[in-house]
């Protein structure tokens, strides 16, 4: 199943590093969320676009989880020559991450 069936994203720019939040739509999910988007398959996911390490911050009274990534966005907003110099579109990206069904 695709990540999006089952939560929504939200991401933008900090510097070089992109934001990137994953919140599940129900309670009941947050849990195979949390243990099948890890950091390391974060990294995977986005081979090629974010070039240094994924942290990943859990939080569990909003069902969500937090991803930072990186050496991800050319420099950031000023000084990038990507076309999404924020990283506004990554979270569409990241919905699309194939995860285990129920």
């Known amino acids: 199943m695709k990540l999006r069936e089952i939560a929504h994203g939200r ?4 510097g070089d590093a992109a934001n990137c939040g994953v919140i599940a ?3 009941e ?3 195979h969320i949390r ?7 974060v990294k995977q996911h986005f081979e090629g676009i974010c070039l240094g390490p994924v942290e990943r911050y859990e939080l569990p009274n909003l069902w969500a ?6 050496n991800t966005l050319g420099g950031g907003g000023t000084v990038s020559l990507k076309l999404d110099a924020q990283g506004k579109t990554l979270a569409t990206y990241m919905l699309e991450m194939e995860i285990p069904d129920f």
Not at 11 to 14: P, W
Not at 65 to 70: A, G, K, Q, S
């Open 11 to 14: 991401s933008g720019d900090k």
């Open 65 to 70: 989880l937090n991803f930072v990534l990186h």
């Open 25 to 27: 739509f129900k309670e």
């Open 35 to 41: 243990e099948h988007v890890t950091a390391e398959r």
């Open 29 to 31: 999910y947050y849990p």
